[in-house]
């Protein structure tokens, strides 16, 4: 057993070595022969799970992360391996927890505290740009129900027959003087198949339907010229021949 948890130290060695040289791979392969012979050493689970992530393998650090806090709970820096991997995993709300849990347990930690910000920033900047999406998706939507809403009913091939149903073009109507009412009546057929061609059809917020296509004016034949003469070059002048110039070589003295 003695010799196990020392052969287990040397491997150790050996990946922190292959780690500070960035050679990851390698760092993994010995801290995982470290683990082999002694799994009860959350170190080896913690560098492990660091030379994961290193590696962009981050549900294998996260599997690290979490086995080295079984072992040492009261460890910080398992929790700081664990949300780690979960930022990179963007699993943002995990990750703060874990940095919380982390500095129950030391909590002048400068890299949980660091982690902890990161995360809460990368949270905020994800719940934003889902605000922004749903924003523009929605501007999108209402945007099919602007300017002459008949003209576009009877523009769009698909719902031409909808023109004349009159409760469909109220609908319509409705939802153009307040487009919340949108919400309302998204179980409904017409409105739905409305909604997917005119989206289909139109620029994003706000566009013009398709317009029906006529058939191109023909136009009268004109009457035919006779060719005319291409103009008759001249022989360009022949230029008197210019004296040479003679130029005075310079020699050396």
Sequence with gaps: MADNKQKAQEFKNL??????????????????????????DHIFFSNRSGA???????????????????????WSKGYSRKA???????????????????????ADNAILKK??????????????????????????????????????????PETRHLADDREFMQILKDIQANPQKLQDHFRDQRIMTYLSVAMKYMQPFGGSPPQRSEPPKREEPKPTEPPKEAPKKEAPKQEEPKPEVHKEEKTPD
Excluded at 17 to 25: L, R
Excluded at 84 to 106: M, N, P, S, V
């Design 52 to 74: 994961y992530a290193s590696s962009a393998k981050y549900e294998e650090a996260l599997a690290d992360a979490n086995k080295c806090i079984e072992i040492k709970p009261d």
């Design 15 to 40: 990946g922190n070595k292959a780690f500070t040289d960035k050679n990851w791979e390698q760092a993994i392969n010995y801290f995982t022969e470290a683990i082999k012979l002694d799994a009860t």
């Design 84 to 106: 780690t991997a979960l930022h990179f995993l963007h699993r943002y709300e995990e990750a703060i927890e874990a940095c919380k849990k982390g500095l129950e347990h030391e």
């Design 115 to 156: 982690a902890l910000q990161d995360a809460q920033t990368a949270l905020d900047n994800e719940k934003q740009s889902e605000h922004e999406a749903t924003n523009n998706l929605m501007n999108q939507l209402y945007s099919v129900f602007t300017g002459d809403l008949e003209t576009k009913v009877r523009t769009f």
